[in-house]
């Protein structure tokens, strides 16, 4: 007798990849991860305790940043290991400049920070593009709500500006990027640098990003309820509901208690105007309850003149990457997100630039 297999319950119009099929079982059921706050980030620091990143071709120090109220915001500089490099703590001696890109983990503005040396997206970029990548350890929710973090990622960047010199660094080429909490951060820092006339930005790599609050006032659809979705041993997997209620809880936690309507630096979606904007990069996925606002902040830069590339993932949840690393449709997605981000700091010349006259 053939084993029963429970549907899997997506919204409407929507299907499951099928190179994540297999990993649906894999999938734990839904729990609040702020119930014990603490408890989920030395978990998560388990888990990757378990699998130590690979830091072949780049090395990293860490350093303290001052914050206006005298406490230290940390930071850790990665850099490629070049052959032959004189290069010693303070940066490299003898080398042309690298670009940058200011990398803002993910994980709800409450966990995600990795393990010292450890960043694995800031050692990809590291030593693929190459860059010089700079990781921020930003003042976690609840404990430090809305605006420790993007005050932290926004002080990174000046610091990083103002040290360019020291940290090899080409002033003229650097980039934000993050994933999730961390691509809402980049979209915030990008608004406050235009409007404090801080330092330029070249770009703005947004995957998944959490933009938009309101996000988290989509409804459960009565099917996925009746269904008992995300609860009992018998539920099917749902990627898409899960990811649902956790954006409801980060929201919840991120905002400062009795906020009706933030503000554009914790929600880039509430700006008003976004020309200005340096170029952007937004990836989506199909499963995700952020697609939609990711889609029309992309669209709304589109609109204000920004020159904006969109990538959705077919059929793919929120941190489908994390359970299927080894899937040709995580692989590519990878590969497209660094790519775009390299185009963008190593640009090629225009045709015939450079000819002898």
Not at 50 to 76: C, F, K, N, Q
Request: glycine letters at 10%; a negative charge.
């Amino acid at each position: 007798m053939a084993e029963k297999r429970l549907p899997v319950i997506v919204p409407p119009g929507r299907a499951v990849h099928p190179e994540l099929v297999p990993y649906l079982g894999q999938l734990r059921p839904f729990s609040n991860p702020y119930e014990d706050i603490e408890a989920t980030r030395e978990r998560f620091l388990g888990l990757l305790a378990l699998s130590p990143a690979d830091r072949t071709g780049v090395s990293s120090a860490r350093y303290d940043i001052a914050r206006p109220d005298g406490s230290a915001l940390t930071v850790e500089v990665y850099r490629p290991e070049r052959t032959g490099s004189a290069e010693g703590a303070e940066g490299p001696a003898g080398e042309d400049p690298l670009p940058a890109v200011l990398h803002f983990h993910g994980g709800g503005y409450a966990i995600g920070r990795s393990l010292p040396g450890q960043d694995r997206s800031a050692i990809a970029l590291c030593r693929d593009l190459p860059a010089i990548v700079v990781t921020v350890e930003y003042r976690l929710a609840p404990e430090h709500r809305y605006p420790a973090g993007v005050e932290d990622c926004y002080l990174a960047l000046e610091w990083a500006a103002k040290q360019a010199g020291e940290l090899g660094i080409d002033a003229d080429r650097i980039a934000v990027t993050g994933n999730s909490a961390g691509g809402g951060l980049s979209a915030a820092v990008a608004l406050m640098a235009r409007d404090r006339g801080g330092p330029a930005l070249v770009y703005q790599s947004m995957c998944v990003p959490d933009v938009d609050d309101r996000a988290a006032e989509q409804p459960i659809p009565a099917v996925m309820e009746d269904a008992g979705a995300g609860s009992g041993a018998d539920a099917p997997p749902n990627p898409w509901l899960n990811s649902l209620r956790t954006v409801r809880l980060v929201w919840q936690h991120y905002l400062p208690e009795g906020t009706t309507v933030p503000d554009a630096y914790a929600s880039p979606a509430r700006a008003t105007d976004l020309s200005g904007l340096p170029p952007a990069y937004v990836m989506v996925c199909d499963l995700d309850p952020l697609r939609d606002t990711g889609l029309a902040y992309a669209r709304r830069l589109m609109d204000a003149g920004v020159p904006v590339t969109v990538r959705n993932v077919p059929g793919a949840w929120h941190g489908f990457e994390l359970h299927a690393p080894g899937t040709r449709l995580a692989r590519e997605t990878k590969a497209h997100w660094r790519d775009h981000v390299r185009s963008a700091l190593y640009p090629e010349p225009a045709e015939g630039a450079g000819a002898e006259a």
